[in-house]
């Protein structure tokens, strides 16, 4: 089956930009979804889609995607953005869908 | 409001068996596709299993394949993860999770999870 691949870490400084990338072979025919994980906490869905955020999410969060990578971008990070975030997408090989590695961001 | 209840989960020895329940509410229940996916401790996500909203369709991950069984009783709003001869390696977090189709897949709505632990 596919795999997503995320980088392990990234930090930010207080309201500067980050980028968050997933890649794999599934992100050539099947969107990404993003979700964001705090400890203890359920993950959350931030991203869907071509670039679209559920009610409640901060237009400070926004996806695009090119080729076999996806992107998560966070402009003007804010202290409560610290988190893991997790890509994921459907699948045409082996499991119908796959999760990134997962990212862990921290706000410095 | 929107919302999904696990339960279900504990301690179970190896070669055990357990069954978890997700109560869902705030929303037509029967118009979802519905997910199980779980988290090891310390470790990333893993999807485990999703069922049509109808139970027509069901799919399963190859680690838990001809162990679990997904299953939803649409006029109880729950959705059922029956895990039978579990391992060491299924201990995790299992949350539920709806399953949006509009402008692509995702996972809209999570509960909170319920720990299962096998271990001897």
């Known amino acids: 089956s596919s795999e997503l691949t995320q980088d392990p870490a990234v930090s930010v400084a207080l309201g500067q930009t980050v980028r968050i990338t997933c890649q794999g072979d599934?992100?050539?025919?099947?969107?990404a979804s993003w979700y964001q994980q705090k400890p203890g906490q359920a993950p959350v869905l931030v991203i869907y889609?071509?670039?679209n955020r559920p009610s409640g999410i901060p237009d400070r969060f926004s996806g695009s995607s090119s080729g076999n990578t996806a992107s998560l971008t966070i402009t003007g990070a804010q202290a409560e953005d610290e988190a893991d975030y997790y890509c994921?997408?459907?699948?045409?090989?082996?499991?119908?869908?796959?999760f990134g590695t997962g990212t862990k961001v921290t706000v410095l | 409001q929107v919302q999904l209840v696990e339960s279900g989960g504990g301690l179970v020895k190896p070669g055990g068996s357990l069954r978890l329940s997700c109560a869902a509410s705030g929303f037509t229940f029967s118009d979802y596709y519905m997910s199980w996916i779980r988290q090891a401790p310390g470790k990333g996500l893993e999807w485990v299993s999703y069922?049509?909203?109808?139970?027509?369709?069901?799919n399963y991950a190859d680690s838990v394949k001809g162990r679990f069984t997904i299953s939803r009783d649409n006029a109880k709003n729950s959705l059922y993860l029956q895990m039978n001869s579990l391992r060491a390696e299924d201990t995790a977090v299992y949350y539920c999770?709806?399953?949006?189709?509009?402008?692509?897949?995702?996972?809209?709505?999570w509960g909170q999870g319920t720990m299962v632990t096998v271990s001897s």
């Open positions: 599934s992100l050539r025919s099947y969107y």
């Open positions: 999770a709806r399953i949006t189709m509009v402008r692509g897949d995702a996972f809209d709505i």
């Open positions: 069922i049509s909203s109808s139970s027509s369709y069901t």
């Open positions: 994921n997408s459907r699948d045409s090989s082996g499991n119908p869908y796959v």
């Open positions: 889609g071509k670039n």
